[in-house]
């Protein structure tokens, strides 16, 4: 499976997701394709459901859904508004799932940001 982020500004969306998740790019293809890491080697990881269509209370409409598992929800909130982007939803707790938040890159796409309940895994 493949997941992509599409970003207007390449070097600003790097930027940001390198901040918030610590994501390493590979270029990869053709010019203008980066492949995601992490620091030490390894792939995000990735997990795919079906939903329905999330809207936020500014109107961000979310055609897809990105969430990456963090160790802070607050912690990348910051990280995201310092890189560029915005908060879309504050976090919230989801009995027997975990602590969630939504935050904008700088193209504004949204990206979820999830602490996993440790029971729950």
């Not at 109107?59 to 908060?87: L, N, Q, S, W």
């Not at 602590?99 to 440790?118: H, Q």
Request: net charge negative; proline share 7%.
């Amino acid at each position: 499976m493949h997941v992509a982020i599409n970003a207007d500004d390449l070097e600003a969306a790097r930027s940001f997701y390198e901040g918030v998740f610590d994501w390493r790019f590979e270029a990869w293809g053709p010019p203008g394709f980066y492949k995601v890491g992490h620091p030490g080697g390894g792939d995000p990881g990735l997990l795919v459901a079906v939903q329905g269509r999330r809207t936020f209370d500014d109107g961000t409409v979310a055609p897809a859904e990105i969430t990456v598992a963090v160790d802070d929800v607050a912690t990348a909130c910051t990280a995201a508004v310092a890189g560029g982007g915005r908060v879309l939803m504050e976090a919230t707790v989801i009995s027997g799932v975990g602590e969630l938040a939504f935050v904008a890159d700088p193209s504004g796409t949204p990206v979820g940001l999830m602490r996993p309940d440790p029971a729950a895994e």
